[in-house]
């Protein structure tokens, strides 16, 4: 499993920069740079729905639709730590895997 470090404040998920799901998925496919990828779990975080209540995962399960990333093996993301980040906070868009690397 890999180690996710989650900057997206605004998701639902996110619950002290871990994420409180058992699985997420980078997408991206053509993807050439970290901006061109995104959390495809991403969910708006509204006051009324928050993730209170779900238990932090630090460590999950990182499917990856990334073909050009060094890290995806088979579709499955192999780097031991990585950081989601985003620049707006509104939308699945606006997230990006900072640990893409092309290959």
């Given amino acids: 499993m890999t180690t996710l470090r989650c900057g ?8 002290q ?3 409180c799901n058992i699985e997420i998925t980078v997408g991206g496919q053509e993807a050439e740079i970290p901006s061109d990828t995104r959390c495809k779990n991403f969910d708006y975080k509204y006051e009324a729905l928050r993730s209170d209540i779900r238990d932090i995962n630090p ?3 990182i ?3 990334v073909d050009k990333c060094i890290y995806n093996k088979a579709q ?3 780097a031991k730590e990585i950081e989601v ?7 699945e868009s606006d997230t ?4 893409f690397v092309e290959r």
């Fill in 76 to 78: 499955m993301c192999t």
């Fill in 59 to 61: 460590n999950l399960y």
């Fill in 85 to 91: 980040g985003n620049n707006l906070k509104s939308y």
């Fill in 17 to 19: 920069n871990c994420c």
């Fill in 8 to 15: 997206v404040t605004d998701c639902n998920h996110n619950k």
């Fill in 63 to 65: 499917n990856c639709c």
């Fill in 96 to 99: 990006q895997c900072n640990t």
